[in-house]
């Protein structure tokens, strides 16, 4: 399944330059997300946008492909990039700031993924395990009864992309999608624990 990771974000609340570039373990953040899924069997394409020219010379160095989108948000980017594509078929989408990303997470949401019936699905983590770890918590939602965050990690559609599809929302309580790197503490709180995180 081909996999897009959106790296097109300037990163502003983390002031550190084109976030996909922090580096966690001495890697880049979108390298590690990249590598989970080629681990996980899929192939990957970065989408970027003209704020973020060196995460586009950090791709080319690395032979990953690229497609430069208009950047005008992270939904129409997608949008832009499925259309541009002409993907009919389902399709992970992934943030670029999740640095502690297992292989074995990814193929566990592809797994439920393909017992659904429906179009879509959509990664959700528990808020409580984000509060027990410090980490931030945006845009939190009740999930089968369950206040959880959105993990950033979803599959789609492609024939669909340009209407809502209905997606089954799996809450998984795996710490490696819960550790988005927003803010400079999710980063300390990231480089502390991605060790232990991508060895378990």
């Known amino acids: 399944m081909l996999a897009l990771i959106m790296g097109g974000g300037e990163g502003s609340r983390l002031g550190l330059g084109e976030k996909p570039l922090v580096t966690v373990q001495g890697k880049p953040m979108i390298g ?3 590598e989970a899924f080629n681990q996980a069997g899929h192939e990957v394409l970065v989408v970027l946008t003209p704020r973020t020219p060196y995460t586009a010379n950090w791709c080319r ?7 430069t ?3 005008k948000g992270y939904v129409e980017d997608l949008v832009e990039a499925v259309r ?3 993907e009919k078929n389902p399709l992970f989408t992934s943030v670029s700031d999740l640095p502690c990303l297992r292989p074995a997470t990814l193929r566990q949401i592809h ?8 179009p879509a699905c959509s990664t959700w983590v528990p ?4 509060q027990e770890t410090g980490l931030s918590c ?7 009864g369950v206040l959880a965050c959105p993990a950033g990690v979803n599959i ?3 024939s669909q992309i340009q209407k809502e599809q209905e997606e089954d929302r799996f809450v998984l309580s795996e710490l490696d999608l819960a550790l988005h790197v927003n803010t400079r503490s999710d980063l300390a709180i990231a480089r502390a624990l991605c060790p232990q995180i991508r060895s378990s």
């Open 138 to 144: 945006h845009y939190p939602d009740s999930v089968d």
């Open 32 to 34: 590690s997300v990249i």
């Open 69 to 71: 989108t208009k950047g």
């Open 111 to 118: 797994a439920l993924y393909q017992a659904s019936i429906k």
């Open 156 to 158: 789609v559609m492609g």
């Open 61 to 67: 160095t690395q032979g990953v492909p690229t497609l």
């Open 127 to 130: 808020v409580e395990i984000l």
């Open 84 to 86: 541009e594509l002409e």
